[in-house]
């Protein structure tokens, strides 16, 4: 078995293709499996980490908002693109895989498109509610097209095939026990257990908001809340300096303020309440813990598919949504209240959310891949 993984741009493109390989090398041990991806992008970090071999392919995507340094940028776009094509065939063609699989961001189109004019067999997985451009043109010509939801269909070409097979999660977050992981954290039965996070970077409206918001935790009384904060690394010192203007030490009982959260299983385990953005894999893994949420989504992404993310579990009354345009201080608080004074809300919210989850996304998945590589043989 060989298998060609393209992905890359964010790390919502990049696990889930890891999660996959992950999944497939621990029933096929001999299996080849080679990721290709930007050399300047997250994969060429995230892919070696994880154990696979990494083959760069410069690919850039476009800039869409007017400027002279976009213009710049898109020029250069162009020329990589125009390169891309050469590239992906040598790559493909070195190689030489049973099935190519794309997961999204640009570095996906090229080599998918470039293996399908080559006869080789190819799959593209969307993990959000609202495809973006790559998986709308790959959806014309991959020999499968696998999504998320089943919202996605809304907006892809008509008279294909989807098949619905959600996000690859990680094992670690539907086994978690709450007890266990809360014992581990340190949280009492009595706390309320509050979990936020803006991405590994940091969102600089969501730290705002929350330094308020545990400044209003504190006021309610020492002990009633648990706070888990993760700052991103770009915002660590700032959040540090806004809880010191608020005249509460870092090292407060109930406070974990860390700059990454690299425990996840264990804090949503834990958790009764989570504020984060709505990227793909963060909405999967609160459906597979079944956590409530305050989601705010990112407007700062293409196509504001995040907004479309968090929709589909308001729609299920899964998570209540706040647009950052309307988040402050005051509106968060209020609505963390509304809920915590609810304990009803926050369990059917959950329970709402679990029921949205997709626990065998990898093994189906996987048989779709399967399925390719018999019609190959068959071939």
Excluded at 275 to 291: K, P, Q, W
Excluded at 362 to 367: K, T, V
Aim: aromatic share 8%; hydrophobic share 40%; proline share 4%.
């Amino acid at each position: 078995m060989k298998l060609l993984f393209a992905c890359g741009g964010t790390a919502g493109h990049i696990n889930p293709a890891i999660a996959m390989a992950n999944y497939i090398k621990a029933r096929h041990p001999q299996a080849e499996i080679l990721f290709a991806g930007n050399p300047k992008g997250m994969e060429a970090r995230l892919v070696p980490k994880a154990g696979y071999t990494f083959a760069p392919i410069e690919i850039m995507g476009f800039q869409r908002k007017p400027s002279w340094f976009n213009f710049k940028y898109n020029i250069r776009a162009v020329g990589c693109l125009a390169l891309s094509w050469g590239r992906s065939k040598r790559l493909i063609q070195g190689f030489d895989p049973d099935v190519i699989v794309g997961t999204g961001g640009y570095v996906s189109g090229p080599i998918l498109r470039e293996g399908a004019k080559l006869g080789y067999k190819t799959i593209t997985h969307e993990s959000n509610a609202f495809p973006g451009v790559t998986t709308k043109l790959l959806a014309r010509t991959a020999d499968k097209v696998l999504i998320s939801v089943e919202e996605a269909k809304r907006y892809l070409p008509h008279g294909r095939e989807y098949v619905v097979t959600g996000n690859p999660v990680r094992e670690e977050i539907f086994f978690a026990n709450r007890e266990k992981a809360r014992e581990k954290l340190g949280i009492s039965k009595e706390q309320v257990c509050i979990v936020s996070f803006g991405g590994s970077l940091g969102a600089r409206r969501i730290n705002d908001a929350v330094v308020g918001l545990i400044a209003w935790e504190r006021r309610q009384g020492e002990g009633r809340f648990y706070h888990i904060h993760a700052t991103g690394s770009y915002e660590k010192e700032r959040f540090r300096e806004a809880l010191k203007q608020e005249g509460i030490p870092l090292e407060s009982l109930g406070l974990d303020i860390r700059e990454y959260i690299n425990d996840m299983p264990d804090c949503l385990a834990a958790a009764d309440l989570v504020i984060a953005r709505s990227g793909a894999m963060t909405l999967s893994e609160l459906e597979a813990s079944g956590t409530a949420s305050i989601l705010i989504p990112s407007p700062n992404v293409a196509e504001n598919h995040q907004y479309h993310n968090a929709m589909v579990l308001a729609e299920h009354e899964a998570a209540v949504v706040i647009e950052e345009k309307d988040l402050t201080r005051q509106l968060l608080e209020k609505t963390v209240e509304g809920l915590c004074a609810h304990p009803d809300t926050l369990k059917r919210l959950g329970k709402n959310a679990q029921a949205m989850a997709i626990t065998d996304a990898n093994q189906r998945i996987y048989e779709q891949i399967l399925s390719l590589m018999e019609q190959k043989k068959i071939s």
